[in-house]
């Protein structure tokens, strides 16, 4: 059983009540075996040794809103027609890209053709591409006229829209039947529209309870879980109401939605987004949108209602993880940890709070919760090393120069290097 024993390292545990501590870590197999809160080696067989030189070692960090079919490009319409075949491999490459950034974990969130996300999920897990662990989604579902509706009135090709379009529970239940048949591991359904589609803004609410309660019914039927795209307060609650675990964006609500989301926290994730509302606002011109024209499509109305939406959430306790809505133009891939330091500036997380949204957090949104996202004995052995202290600089988590190494499953994803006073040998 192959080993790596961690020594001179700074440990981050991943909970907010632990304070970081100089110690070792030993991995055997794809567990971490033992944790050392001293400076002294732990004994044990042969094992390649990682001497940190005070590096920092925490969990691996999950995105819980990853979209890896999304090609960087500007619009829906240039995600969805790059040809499958291309599409594939662009995304076993953003894969790869992802996890040796330090994302060990990644929550599909909904991919630009049907069996894209299934198909790259199987992969990693077969060992025939590099990636994280990852939970495939479905495309985005969405009425006539919704977010996601890209179809063209001279066109009779459905299929070529972003999204899948149902106009009934009945064509609801036949598309969520499609996906869960292709082994999704969720059902993305768009409940609200979306300021970057200015016919269906965000604080609008487009499909019907009917429509919804039929896609959860199959969910259910199958074990599955339900995710939606819900910008708007009342598409929100309608989540909330039929029984939908993972709920992306809630920029707007009101007491009875913050009343809500408090009573199922217990249940209940939010990957807000926010870094694509500031890039909207502040970092989009070269792609044809003026900061005076995306506060005229809504954004900057969204950005203040999402901040004080989220500060009120974390005050009440609603899990909020970070990620998405990264792979356009203006939030390109392998970003992702911006929205850590998003959390920091603009909601009032400690850098700590921030941390534990991408690993405990983590671990629980990707249903592993008990072995999944702490350093801990027993756990399954997905770490990063990084120069530096994330709680005194969160911004180091977005730099690839200072993610050291990456291990998933107790394999190295990302080598560390032997340059910097950092030592890697083989000892008995």
């Excluded at 529209?193 to 896609?215: H, I, K, L, R, Y």
């Excluded at 500031?278 to 999402?306: F, R």
């Excluded at 792979?327 to 970003?335: E, K, N, Y």
């Excluded at 988590?397 to 291990?407: E, G, N, Q, S, T």
């Amino acid at each position: 059983m192959d080993s790596t024993l961690f020594t001179n390292v700074r440990i981050l545990e991943g909970n907010v009540g632990s304070s970081p501590w100089l110690g070792s870590v030993l991995v055997e197999g794809n567990r971490i075996k033992r944790v050392s809160r001293s400076g002294s080696s732990i004994s044990g067989g042969p094992a390649t040794v990682i001497d940190g030189a005070g590096a920092t070692l925490m969990p691996g960090m999950c995105e819980a809103h990853t979209h890896f079919s999304w090609n960087d490009a500007a619009t829906l319409s240039a995600i969805q027609s790059m040809p499958l075949e291309e599409h594939v491999l662009w995304c076993a490459k953003v894969a790869k890209r992802y996890l040796e950034a330090g994302f060990t974990s990644c929550v599909g969130a909904a991919c630009a053709k049907p069996r894209l996300d299934v198909v790259i999920r199987n992969a990693i897990n077969s060992g025939q591409i590099p990636g994280p662990r990852y939970l495939a989604a479905s495309q985005e579902i969405t009425v006539p006229g919704g977010l996601g509706d890209e179809t063209l009135p001279h066109l009779p090709f459905p299929e070529f829209s972003f999204g899948v379009n149902v106009n009934s529970a009945d064509e609801m239940r036949k598309a969520v039947r499609m996906f869960l048949k292709y082994g999704v591991d969720s059902i993305k359904l768009n409940l609200s529209g979306d300021n970057f589609t200015p016919d269906s803004p965000a604080e609008t609410t487009w499909m019907s309870d009917a429509e919804v309660a039929a896609a959860m019914d199959e969910v259910r039927v199958r074990g599955k879980r339900g995710t939606a795209h819900a910008r708007s307060a009342a598409s929100v609650k309608q989540a909330l109401r039929h029984g939908i675990d993972v709920i992306y964006h809630a920029s707007f609500t009101d007491e009875e939605t913050l009343d809500m989301l408090e009573a199922a926290k217990g249940r209940v994730f939010v990957a807000p987004g926010i870094a694509i509302l500031y890039a909207m606002l502040h970092e989009a011109e070269a792609y044809g949108i003026t900061h005076q024209k995306a506060v005229a499509m809504g954004y900057q109305i969204e950005w203040d209602a999402a901040i004080e939406s989220l500060k009120a959430m974390h005050r009440r306790g609603v899990r909020i993880l970070f990620g998405g809505d990264y792979g356009f133009a203006f939030t390109p891939h392998c970003q992702n940890a911006r929205d850590l330091e998003f959390f920091v500036k603009y909601l009032g997380f400690t850098p700590a709070e921030a941390i534990r949204c991408a690993t405990v957090y983590g671990g629980e949104i990707m249903m592993r919760g008990h072995e999944l996202g702490q350093v801990k004995e027993g756990y399954l052995a997905d770490l990063l090393l990084v120069d530096g202290d994330p709680l005194a600089n969160i911004g180091i988590l977005r730099d690839p120069k200072r993610i050291l190494a990456v291990m998933k499953d107790g394999q190295f994803a990302k080598m560390p290097e032997t340059d910097a006073g950092r030592e890697m040998r083989w000892a008995a």
